[in-house]
């Protein structure tokens, strides 16, 4: 079983810089440095939509281009944690933002909901304008 517990929301104003964290508890006998990590974000009325993905596979990076050089996805795997750094933060950018896990590497686009078989309870980022 993996939980994942995200952390770092609040209500910040346009252009200001925010770091979110996602903690993954573990008992699925893969280590954390094995698994495929993403960041999602959801509005009401939408569809959770991707933000950032970095696979275990060369250490990859994949951004939506929403964010592309705004924010930045990394990992410490020695703490089981990964983050995501929100630069220049704009209104739009105001969501539950969500971290996902694969944990058995599967053949889904890093970029897809489908890929992900567990998800935090999320963490609002509110951008105020």
């Known amino acids: 079983q993996v939980q994942l517990v995200e952390s770092g929301g609040r209500l910040v104003q346009t252009g200001d810089f925010l770091s979110l964290s996602c903690k993954v508890t573990?008992?699925?006998?893969?280590?954390?440095?094995?698994?495929?990590m993403g960041w999602f974000r959801q509005t009401p009325g939408a569809e959770r939509e991707f933000v950032a993905a970095?696979?275990?596979?060369?250490?990859?990076?994949y951004y939506a281009d929403s964010v592309k050089g705004r924010f930045t996805i990394s990992r410490d795997n020695a703490k089981n944690t990964m983050f995501l750094q929100m630069n220049s933060l704009k209104p739009e950018d105001t969501a539950v933002y969500y971290c996902?896990?694969?944990?058995?590497?599967?053949?889904?686009?890093?970029?897809?909901?489908?890929?992900?078989?567990?998800w935090g309870p999320g963490t609002q980022v509110t951008v105020s304008s």
């Open positions: 996902a896990a694969d944990p058995m590497g599967n053949a889904y686009l890093p970029t897809a909901r489908e890929k992900y078989t567990s």
């Open positions: 970095y696979t275990w596979r060369g250490g990859r990076t």
């Open positions: 573990s008992d699925s006998g893969r280590p954390f440095s094995a698994f495929e």
